[in-house]
């Protein structure tokens, strides 16, 4: 069973992760993306692809033609782990 976040890691999460946002009505993160062109957010959603596959831990997204639209919430836990951060953090990687 994986755990819910602690009352302190979600208070730290503007800081962890400043460019997601909390979705309201659920206990979710996400991020908006855009890219130069439609290749480019389909490449960026097959580097993220290979990441969730590595951690298990699959994002809800959504690509329309360069934006790519990405929610993270742990369904086992029913709401935001640390397995969402460390995706979450993963994924900003990429963009380094």
Do not use: Y
């Amino acid at each position: 069973m994986v755990d819910k976040l602690d009352a302190a890691t979600r208070a730290a999460l503007p800081q962890l992760l400043p460019e997601w946002r909390l979705v309201e009505g659920r206990d979710a993160i996400a991020r908006s993306f855009r890219f130069p062109d439609f290749s480019a957010a389909w490449g960026f959603m097959s580097r993220v692809a290979l990441l969730a596959e590595a951690q298990d831990h699959h994002p809800e997204w959504s690509n329309v033609w360069n934006r790519v639209e990405i929610l993270l919430t742990t369904h086992d836990a029913g709401g935001l782990s640390m397995r969402d951060i460390r995706l979450a953090q993963a994924i900003d990687r990429l963009l380094a």
